[in-house]
């Protein structure tokens, strides 16, 4: 099953607050974590990443932290804009094949909701 | 620069029929997969291609065959639709070496509905 899950399906904040997506994962082992946005009828788009030999990651309006100790990821977005509201998807890289070029194993998580009210 | 383009954006297919989905990167990469997205179930890996001329098992592979054309296109056939493939897939694809990650760039879907 998956090993990746979330503490809360459904997120609403006002337009202007911080949000803060929350994320589990099972596997110790598991040494590269993504974030993606997805909004309705679109695919999955990369907001931002991190490694396991770091615990913060900044992007534009984003932060990525992760705790090895309790093995939880969190996203959060400043200055939440309604440009934000969408499905929120971590997902652990749990493998690396050892293919020819190499290839992920990911294990997404289901998703976290995020409603933006004006 | 198109990124990863899906074809077609819908089908509707009867019990039995066949079909293939079709996926094209203009980024270079090497690792290619398709997934599908079901409601409550996230996304789930049915097959991948780590580089051109190799392909392998995902979590969710019967009922579905692949083919990596070349290292631009990677598609997905299903030779007798059954009810239970209706759902929305996704390609993507991801430059990987031994020694780096890098995330999965997808396309915007094909949303399949079987009847």
């Known amino acids: 099953g998956e090993s990746v899950g979330l503490h809360l399906p459904t997120l609403s904040v006002q337009e202007g607050d911080n949000s803060i997506i929350n994320c589990a994962y099972s596997?110790?082992?598991?040494?590269?974590f993504i974030w993606y946005k997805q909004e309705s009828g679109k695919g999955p788009q990369f907001i931002i990443d991190i490694r396991s030999n770091m615990d913060k990651r900044q992007g534009q309006r984003v932060t990525v932290l992760l705790n090895k100790t309790v093995k939880h990821l969190s996203l959060q977005i400043a200055a939440t804009q309604p440009g934000d509201s969408a499905v929120y998807f971590c997902?652990?890289?749990?493998?690396?094949?050892?293919?020819?070029?190499?290839?992920?194993?990911?294990?997404f998580g289901k998703g976290t909701k995020l409603t933006v009210n004006p | 620069n198109a990124g990863v383009t899906q074809t077609p954006k819908f089908q509707v297919l009867k019990t039995g029929q066949s079909m293939t989905l079709q996926c094209a990167q203009d980024?270079?990469?090497?690792?290619m997969y398709w997934y599908r997205q079901d409601p409550g179930m996230g996304l789930r890996l049915i097959y991948y291609s780590a580089s051109e001329g190799t392909t392998d098992k995902g979590e969710v592979p019967n009922g579905y065959n692949v083919s990596r054309l070349n290292k631009r296109e990677f598609s997905l056939r299903l030779e007798s639709a059954a009810p239970s493939q209706t759902s929305v897939y996704f390609c993507?694809?991801?430059?990987?070496?031994?020694?780096?990650?890098?995330?999965?760039?997808f396309g915007n879907g094909t949303r399949l509905t079987v009847t």
């Open positions: 596997n110790s082992a598991s040494d590269y």
């Open positions: 980024m270079n990469h090497n690792s």
């Open positions: 993507a694809s991801s430059t990987t070496g031994t020694d780096y990650n890098s995330p999965l760039h």
């Open positions: 997902a652990e890289n749990i493998e690396r094949r050892s293919e020819k070029g190499g290839s992920e194993k990911l294990v």
